[in-house]
């Protein structure tokens, strides 16, 4: 059968943007029918991508050709939550209409901003993904507060460096050291293993992993730290305490590029591995070691992840972390410093895409992570303003993802609520929908789509026929803007019309004028990517004193200097455990969590448990295991897994509901806690109880 090789991005909600190539099979002459999705591969040619993709993209094609796809408009006639089997097709003029007048209805009975368009990062590209708030701001919705993954790493990042971008991703190959910090890139992010494997290859390079338990990476490490949930900031701390002691501090660097080297200094003086060992539970030898091989190496290099920062104290943790090249002088060397996430990297002017010019600041902002507060009425969230009676949903799942599931559920269950979803298969929030539309994928629409590993800005071409009457969230959205009656120019524009005058308009080059292959590599000189020409601070130094009061709220329980803040749920008696939710090999989020090969992967929803505590409860290895905390329980298989502390217990997932006895996954006990100082979901900061189920 015929076949071609044409250029992609990777949309889903990963920091690797994977440059792609994808097969295209074209049909025999005598089929009817459009082209269909054979392999895909990483490009080659982008040299982030190295020619590498993780296995359930590379297996695309049965997401892309799964039987379950929406294929036409749905309207519920059913029960809430029983699946395809409670809806009726419809024609997409009577669902769009169907849509427009109930959110007119909500917003004739209690305002506009009852009405919370609610989205995510299902894709990351910019048009698809953001294009909701055009509509939100032309017809005065209420705000989203996107908080859900990134709003406490951010936080910690900027507090230090000023700006969401780092060392650009290949150079890891030129360092002599790597630390993959509170992250697991063998099963998330498989490029920067690629990056690691040369420097390691070609350099001899070291390899460090901190993380609460043996993931994939860290098996692969020549040191593994694994503290307890929420105590990294404690590590941090005394790793820089050993760096000052003993002379690994570059006091000519700070003095140039830091603010206060002194206050630190002096700061950290109680700080030391024998406090840091109390709280982290690490030996105190092993945080001197990992201190003396982090500052004798001049190379070193820091890759951040984000599972440290989804804690209470997240924030905090992951400024301490980022502190460490600034105590060292690494920013200043080739394959040296640190990178959390390049999506600073490129401005982009998000006013067409996004209608920042009908943004008004008044208009109320509601908490992603706390939907489940927010829909059953909490007055912290709602304030002054009306209940949501109406959610219109794109590119997330939040009755599986978001925390503290009972309420999630609750809220979606009300008999007042109109809810819409636009999603490419019947999840469980789908389920929970009036009217279900069914959306293309990537390789089915355009978009244009930034990378947080990387420095590259991609374009995306739909390369497949849309499936069935599938449409794509640009479309639903000029769809309801005109039933709606919203005036936007936006509206008005094709998905490349936007992205072409969206370049343009940001100083970069149009769609036509856009490398070959639609790959544009905006990396910085060497000077600006490594902070030489000054960190992008107001003064243009590293700050060791962060400004907490200038980043969130709820500043007051964070030190200046980086600590250890002891804000996190650290149980008690009753609740001993710490469990952390921590992200799958073959789910991403809950994409992926229904196909085939994923599914046969990973098994069943698992927690691994150190086996003297499995042996305590008089469980081994397949038992069933009680998992609770106040907010309910649930139960899973038990695994022994001795590669992290006794009191740490890890739940991969995440599992869509459904996959546990009792029809509620793991989110039931993680909280809707917001983290410091400007929220963002906490889900690896839970104390649990385990009993025999
Ligand atoms: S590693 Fe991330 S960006 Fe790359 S193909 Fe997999 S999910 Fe997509």
Same mark, same amino acid.
């Given at each position: 059968?015929?076949?071609?090789?044409?250029?992609?991005?990777? @949309?889903?909600?990963?920091?690797? *943007?994977?440059?792609?190539? =994808?097969?295209?099979?074209?049909?025999?002459? *005598?089929?009817?029918?459009?082209?269909?999705?054979?392999?895909? +591969?990483?490009?080659?040619?982008?040299?982030?991508?190295?020619?590498?993709?993780?296995?359930?993209?590379?297996?695309?094609?049965?997401?892309?050709?799964?039987?379950?796809?929406?294929?036409?408009?749905?309207?519920?006639?059913?029960?809430?939550?029983?699946?395809?089997?409670?809806?009726?097709?419809?024609?997409?003029?009577?669902?769009?209409?169907?849509?427009?007048?109930?959110?007119?209805?909500?917003?004739?009975?209690?305002?506009?901003?009852?009405?919370?368009?609610?989205?995510?990062?299902?894709?990351?590209?910019?048009?698809?993904?953001?294009?909701?708030?055009?509509?939100?701001?032309?017809?005065?919705?209420?705000?989203?507060?996107?908080?859900?993954?990134? *709003?406490?790493?951010?936080?910690?990042?900027?507090?230090?460096?000023?700006?969401?971008?780092?060392?650009?991703?290949?150079?890891?190959?030129?360092?002599?050291?790597?630390?993959?910090?509170? #992250?697991?890139?063998?099963?998330?992010?498989?490029?920067?293993?690629?990056?690691?494997?040369? %420097?390691?290859?070609?350099? #001899?390079?070291?390899?460090?992993?901190?993380?609460?338990?043996?993931?994939?990476?860290?098996?692969?490490?020549?040191?593994?730290?694994?503290?307890?949930?929420?105590?990294?900031?404690?590590?941090?701390?005394?790793?820089?305490?050993?760096?000052?002691?003993?002379?690994?501090?570059?006091?000519?660097?700070?003095?140039?590029?830091?603010?206060?080297?002194?206050?630190?200094?002096?700061?950290?003086?109680?700080?030391?591995?024998?406090?840091?060992?109390?709280?982290?539970?690490?030996?105190?030898?092993?945080?001197?070691?990992?201190?003396?091989?982090?500052?004798?190496?001049?190379?070193?290099?820091?890759?951040?992840?984000?599972?440290?920062?989804?804690?209470?104290?997240?924030?905090?943790?992951?400024?301490?972390?980022?502190?460490?090249?600034?105590?060292?002088?690494?920013?200043?060397?080739? #394959?040296?410093?640190?990178?959390?996430?390049?999506?600073?990297?490129?401005?982009?002017?998000?006013?067409?895409?996004?209608?920042?010019?009908?943004?008004?600041?008044?208009?109320?902002?509601?908490?992603?992570?706390?939907?489940? @507060?927010?829909?059953?009425?909490?007055?912290?969230?709602?304030?002054?303003?009306?209940?949501?009676?109406?959610?219109?949903?794109?590119?997330?799942?939040?009755?599986?993802? %978001?925390?503290?599931?009972?309420? =999630?559920?609750?809220?979606?269950?009300?008999?007042?609520?109109?809810?819409?979803?636009?999603?490419?298969?019947?999840?469980?929030?789908?389920?929970?929908?009036?009217?279900?539309?069914?959306?293309?994928?990537?390789?089915?629409?355009?978009?244009?789509?930034?990378?947080?590993?990387?420095?590259?800005?991609?374009?995306?071409?739909?390369?497949?026929?849309?499936?069935?009457?599938?449409?794509?969230?640009?479309?639903?959205?000029?769809?309801?803007?005109? +039933?709606?009656?919203?005036?936007?120019?936006?509206?008005?524009?094709?998905?490349?019309?936007? !992205?072409?005058?969206?370049?343009?308009?940001?100083?970069?080059?149009?769609?036509?004028?856009?490398?070959?292959?639609?790959?544009?590599?905006?990396?910085?000189?060497?000077?600006?990517?490594?902070?030489?020409?000054?960190? @992008?601070?107001?003064?243009?130094?590293?700050?060791? +004193?962060?400004?907490?009061?200038?980043? #969130?709220?709820?500043?007051?329980?964070?030190?200046?200097?980086?600590?250890?803040?002891?804000?996190?749920?650290?149980?008690? @008696?009753?609740?001993?455990?710490?469990?952390?939710?921590?992200?799958?090999?073959?789910?991403?989020?809950?994409?992926?969590?229904?196909?085939?090969?994923?599914?046969? +992967?990973?098994?069943?929803?698992?927690?691994?448990?150190?086996?003297?505590?499995?042996?305590?409860?008089?469980?081994?290895?397949?038992?069933?295991?009680?998992?609770?905390?106040?907010?309910?329980?649930?139960?899973?298989?038990?695994?022994?897994?001795?590669?992290?502390?006794?009191?740490?217990?890890?739940?991969?997932?995440?599992?869509?509901?459904?996959?546990?006895?009792?029809? !509620?996954?793991?989110?039931?006990?993680?909280?809707?806690?917001?983290?410091?100082?400007?929220?963002? *979901?906490?889900?690896?900061?839970?104390?649990?109880?385990?009993?025999?189920?």
């Amino acid at each position: 059968m015929p076949l071609d090789i044409v250029p992609s991005v990777c @949309p889903h909600d990963c920091p690797s *943007a994977c440059a792609l190539d =994808v097969e295209r099979i074209k049909p025999a002459p *005598a089929k009817a029918g459009g082209y269909s999705l054979g392999r895909v +591969r990483g490009a080659v040619a982008q040299d982030y991508t190295l020619g590498v993709v993780c296995a359930k993209v590379s297996r695309y094609a049965e997401r892309q050709h799964h039987p379950e796809r929406l294929s036409q408009p749905l309207r519920r006639v059913g029960e809430k939550g029983r699946g395809v089997d409670a809806f009726r097709p419809i024609s997409w003029d009577d669902a769009l209409d169907e849509v427009a007048e109930a959110l007119t209805h909500a917003t004739q009975r209690h305002g506009a901003e009852t009405v919370w368009p609610y989205y995510y990062a299902g894709t990351m590209g910019l048009v698809q993904r953001d294009g909701i708030n055009r509509l939100r701001h032309a017809m005065r919705y209420s705000r989203e507060d996107l908080t859900i993954c990134n *709003a406490l790493s951010d936080a910690g990042w900027c507090a230090g460096v000023g700006a969401k971008r780092g060392v650009d991703g290949r150079e890891i190959a030129k360092s002599d050291l790597i630390v993959v910090w509170g #992250g697991n890139p063998v099963s998330t992010q498989i490029n920067v293993m690629t990056h690691i494997a040369a %420097a390691r290859r070609e350099r #001899g390079a070291k390899l460090v992993v901190v993380d609460p338990y043996r993931t994939a990476t860290a098996a692969r490490a020549d040191l593994h730290l694994a503290p307890l949930p929420g105590t990294d900031g404690a590590l941090a701390c005394a790793v820089m305490h050993v760096l000052f002691k003993e002379g690994y501090a570059d006091r000519a660097y700070m003095a140039r590029y830091t603010d206060d080297p002194a206050g630190l200094e002096a700061h950290l003086k109680i700080r030391d591995p024998a406090w840091a060992a109390a709280i982290t539970g690490l030996p105190k030898d092993e945080i001197v070691d990992f201190a003396r091989l982090y500052g004798s190496t001049r190379r070193s290099y820091i890759r951040v992840g984000y599972g440290f920062s989804r804690s209470r104290n997240g924030s905090a943790q992951l400024f301490a972390v980022s502190c460490l090249p600034a105590v060292t002088g690494a920013w200043a060397h080739e #394959g040296g410093g640190a990178l959390y996430s390049n999506l600073g990297l490129v401005e982009i002017d998000h006013t067409l895409i996004e209608g920042l010019d009908r943004l008004d600041p008044s208009i109320r902002m509601l908490d992603q992570s706390r939907i489940g @507060p927010v829909l059953t009425g909490d007055a912290r969230d709602l304030g002054n303003g009306p209940p949501v009676t109406a959610l219109f949903v794109q590119n997330t799942n939040p009755m599986v993802v %978001a925390p503290e599931s009972r309420l =999630v559920h609750r809220g979606f269950a009300r008999s007042d609520l109109f809810v819409c979803v636009h999603e490419q298969f019947m999840t469980e929030t789908a389920a929970m929908a009036d009217i279900v539309l069914p959306a293309t994928t990537f390789l089915e629409h355009d978009d244009l789509y930034l990378g947080g590993a990387h420095t590259y800005l991609q374009l995306g071409r739909a390369v497949l026929p849309a499936h069935a009457e599938c449409r794509s969230n640009h479309d639903v959205i000029n769809g309801l803007a005109t +039933r709606l009656g919203a005036h936007h120019p936006g509206f008005a524009m094709s998905a490349v019309e936007l !992205i072409d005058r969206t370049l343009r308009l940001s100083g970069l080059p149009g769609v036509a004028d856009f490398p070959q292959g639609g790959r544009l590599d905006c990396c910085p000189p060497f000077a600006t990517g490594h902070f030489l020409d000054g960190f @992008p601070q107001p003064d243009r130094k590293f700050h060791f +004193r962060a400004d907490w009061r200038a980043i #969130g709220p709820q500043y007051a329980r964070l030190p200046a200097f980086p600590d250890h803040v002891a804000a996190i749920d650290d149980g008690d @008696p009753e609740r001993p455990f710490r469990l952390v939710a921590a992200p799958s090999r073959s789910f991403l989020n809950t994409s992926f969590n229904n196909t085939p090969s994923s599914i046969a +992967r990973e098994g069943r929803p698992t927690a691994l448990v150190h086996p003297e505590a499995l042996k305590e409860l008089r469980l081994a290895d397949g038992d069933r295991v009680r998992i609770g905390n106040r907010q309910g329980n649930l139960v899973v298989h038990a695994r022994g897994f001795a590669g992290m502390q006794k009191r740490v217990v890890i739940v991969e997932g995440l599992w869509p509901n459904h996959a546990f006895e009792e029809g !509620i996954g793991i989110n039931l006990l993680t909280s809707a806690d917001p983290g410091l100082p400007r929220g963002g *979901a906490v889900f690896h900061d839970t104390s649990v109880w385990l009993s025999p189920a």
